[in-house]
């Protein structure tokens, strides 16, 4: 089956502009997240969707970041305006559904620098 | 919120060795325990998982262990060759509802030939 795909891979950018990645699940996944990976650590998650509702977006800065998923299906995140410390991997991630043991797949990630 | 801690953050092992990595998390209600593995510039994928209803699971040569009551589950791998050179995460997190899986700090993991 085809993977969770993501778009652009790379983006330079300098602060205070805006940004926006895009994200295309896996065919028939209801769920779907986008993570905040800075180097060296792990996965963050910044937002998670079921079908084209927000579950949690408990850590997502709301002054400058959003998301959306209007159809259920691709989703976008955008920054604006982009700070240096936003300068991380973005992993989009989609699973079948909610419940905790679902596998989460993701996609390749969109590196971000901000300078 | 939960906080799941991995250790060490950098391992170093000769090839054949086994190597383990650790972490421990703090929400007694979590219940399922994945790792994920992450090549240099490639995406997390998933390699092992464990359930709470359960203390041991092997994959060939990757088990996983879990202790409840210390809250603390481990990765196993034996036989280490040059293509498990990566970045290995844990994450906790709990069934039921909106579940979100909380991920460790990582362990690169260095397999010399």
């Known amino acids: 089956e085809a993977g969770v795909a993501q778009s652009p891979r790379y983006k330079i950018i300098e602060k205070r502009q805006s940004v926006a990645f895009w994200c295309n699940p896996i065919?028939?996944?209801?769920?779907l997240y986008w993570y905040q990976q800075i180097l060296g650590q792990g996965p963050k998650l910044l937002i998670q969707?079921?079908?084209?509702?927000?579950?949690?977006d408990s850590q997502l800065p709301k002054d400058r970041f959003s998301a959306e998923r209007l159809k259920g299906v691709d989703s976008t995140l955008k920054i604006q305006p982009a700070k240096l410390e936003d300068s991380a991997v973005y992993l989009c991630?989609?699973?079948?559904?909610?419940?905790?043991?679902?596998?989460?797949?993701f996609g390749p990630g969109t590196r971000l620098t901000v300078l | 919120g939960e906080n799941v801690e991995q250790h060490p953050s950098t391992l170093s092992v000769q090839e054949g060795d086994s190597a383990v990595i650790k972490c421990t998390y703090s929400?007694?209600?979590?219940?399922?325990f994945p790792w994920y593995k992450q090549e240099l510039g490639k995406r997390p994928q998933l390699i092992i998982d464990?359930?709470?209803?359960?203390g041991e699971k092997k994959d060939q040569r990757i088990a996983v262990t879990l202790n409840k009551t210390a809250k603390h589950f481990s990765l196993h791998i034996t036989e280490t060759q040059p293509e498990d050179s990566a970045v290995y995460f844990c994450?906790?997190?709990?069934?039921?509802?909106?579940?979100?899986?909380?991920f460790g700090k990582g362990t690169m993991l260095l397999v010399s030939p």
């Open positions: 065919s028939g996944h209801a769920t």
């Open positions: 464990i359930r709470s209803n359960v």
């Open positions: 994450a906790a997190s709990k069934a039921g509802g909106y579940s979100t899986l909380t």
């Open positions: 991630a989609s699973s079948l559904q909610t419940r905790s043991y679902n596998e989460q797949f």
């Open positions: 929400d007694s209600a979590s219940n399922y």
């Open positions: 969707f079921q079908n084209n509702g927000v579950v949690d």
